[in-house]
C-alpha cells in the first residue's frame, strides 16, 4: 500500500505566476488535510477536504489560495499569483475517516518563489 | 480552540542517554488526542507515539514513552538509550476528535551526540 503521494517535491516559480501542488491520498483515504511550514516554524493547519466537499477551510489565506479535492484524481492546493511570502513547505496527510486519529503525511512539496 | 506550546527550541543529549522534550497544550474539547512527531533532515513527518486523552495510562512505543498530566496540560515526551538517528525536530501536536485539524507546537531541535 502506497503512502500519500505528493508532487513535485520541488517547485520554484517567479512572483506572479501560479503553483499547483498535488497530493494522492493513501488508498482507501477520502480525508485530506493541508498544512504550510514556513521556514524554521511547525506546521499550520490550512484546510480539510473530503470528496467533493471543503469541510473547514479557517487556516487558507482569504484571496489567492484554494484547495479541491474531486470525486477522481488527486487533491489539489493552488495558490495564484504567488508571493515571496508563500515560500514554505506544503504538507497534505491523508486519514481513512473523520474520526480516526490516524494521519499519515505525504513527503511535503517545497515551493520556492523568486 | 487549541495552542500547544513547546518551551525548549533546541535540546542535546549523548548518545544511550536519556532526554525528555516537554510540551504544554490548551483545549476546550471534553475529549482530544495528543501526538509527537518526528521531522528529520528529509523533512518527513514521523509519527513517533500517540495519547488519547481519556486514557489514563502513558503511552509507549519502544524506547519512546510520555508522560501525560491531564490536569497540568502537560505532555512530554521521553526518549530512552537515544540514537543517533533521533536526531531531528521535534513536534508535538494534539487534535479534537470529530476530525483530524491538527495545531503543532513551535518545535525542538533535538541533537544527539556520539
Known amino acids: 500500500n502506497a503512502g500519500v503521494m505528493q508532487n513535485p517535491r520541488h517547485l520554484v516559480r517567479r512572483r506572479g505566476q501560479e503553483a499547483r501542488l498535488r497530493c494522492s491520498p493513501m488508498?482507501?483515504?477520502?480525508?485530506v488535510y493541508w498544512y504550510r511550514q514556513l521556514p524554521e516554524e511547525g506546521l499550520k493547519f490550512m484546510v480539510y477536504?473530503?470528496?467533493?466537499?471543503?469541510?473547514?477551510e479557517s487556516g487558507m489565506p482569504k484571496e489567492r489560495f484554494s484547495a479541491e479535492f474531486p470525486k477522481e484524481g488527486p487533491s489539489i492546493l493552488r495558490i495564484q499569483q504567488v508571493v515571496r511570502g508563500d515560500s514554505a513547505a506544503y504538507f497534505c496527510?491523508?486519514?481513512?475517516?473523520?474520526?480516526?486519529?490516524?494521519?499519515?503525511f505525504g513527503p511535503g512539496t517545497r515551493l520556492t518563489v523568486t | 480552540a487549541q495552542t500547544v506550546t513547546q518551551s525548549q527550541p533546541e535540546m542535546s543529549v549523548q548518545e544511550a542517554e536519556t532526554v525528555t522534550l516537554s510540551c504544554t497544550y490548551d483545549?476546550?474539547?471534553?475529549?482530544?488526542?495528543l501526538f509527537w512527531y518526528k521531522q528529520p533532515p528529509s523533512r518527513q513527518m514521523i509519527l513517533v507515539i500517540r495519547?488519547?486523552?481519556?486514557?489514563?495510562q502513558n503511552a509507549t512505543e519502544n524506547r519512546f514513552s510520555v508522560n501525560f498530566q491531564k490536569a497540568a496540560k502537560s505532555f512530554s515526551l521521553k526518549i530512552s538509550d537515544s540514537q543517533l538517528g533521533d536526531t531531528a525536530m521535534y513536534f508535538c501536536?494534539?487534535?479534537?476528535?470529530?476530525?483530524?485539524?491538527?495545531?503543532f507546537g513551535q518545535g525542538t531541535i533535538l541533537t544527539v551526540h556520539p
Open positions: 496527510a491523508s486519514s481513512p475517516s473523520a474520526d480516526s486519529y490516524e494521519q499519515y
Open positions: 488508498k482507501g483515504h477520502s480525508h
Open positions: 477536504l473530503q470528496k467533493e466537499n471543503i469541510i473547514d
Open positions: 483545549t476546550s474539547e471534553n475529549n482530544y488526542y
Open positions: 495519547q488519547e486523552a481519556y486514557k489514563q
Open positions: 501536536a494534539s487534535c479534537g476528535t470529530s476530525y483530524g485539524k491538527l495545531t
